[in-house]
């Protein structure tokens, strides 16, 4: 899960190119085409906020789908993490990046 583009772009450099079939879920439209540039081929787009994302990951998997990883940057907008965990979640927050 990304909730800025430095996030995607983070993740790129450390790790490379995605895991097959990995879905990205982004925040908004630039978090989701950095995933594009990046590799993914499955992108999911919130267009919105943090609760807007927490909304689309809960609609479209379930904790039993396994572990989440929410890559940003070290000061994180909203508690994307927390939101999920409250619903069942495991959301392993990694921190990319410092703004």
């Known amino acids: 899960m990304f909730t800025r583009a430095n996030g995607v772009r983070a993740f790129a450099e450390q790790i490379g190119a995605p895991p097959d079939g990995m879905t990205a879920f982004a ?15 499955r992108v999911e787009t919130a267009d919105g ?25 070290k000061a994180a907008a909203g508690d994307l993490a927390g939101s999920l965990k409250a619903q069942g979640f495991t959301v392993n927050r990694v921190v990319g990046y410092e703004a």
Do not use: F, N, Y
């Open 27 to 41: 925040v908004g439209k630039a978090s989701a085409q950095a995933a594009r540039d990046a590799g993914w081929m």
């Open 49 to 73: 906020d943090v609760d807007a994302l927490a909304a689309l990951v809960t609609a479209r998997l379930s904790p039993e789908d396994g572990s989440l990883i929410h890559v940003s940057g």
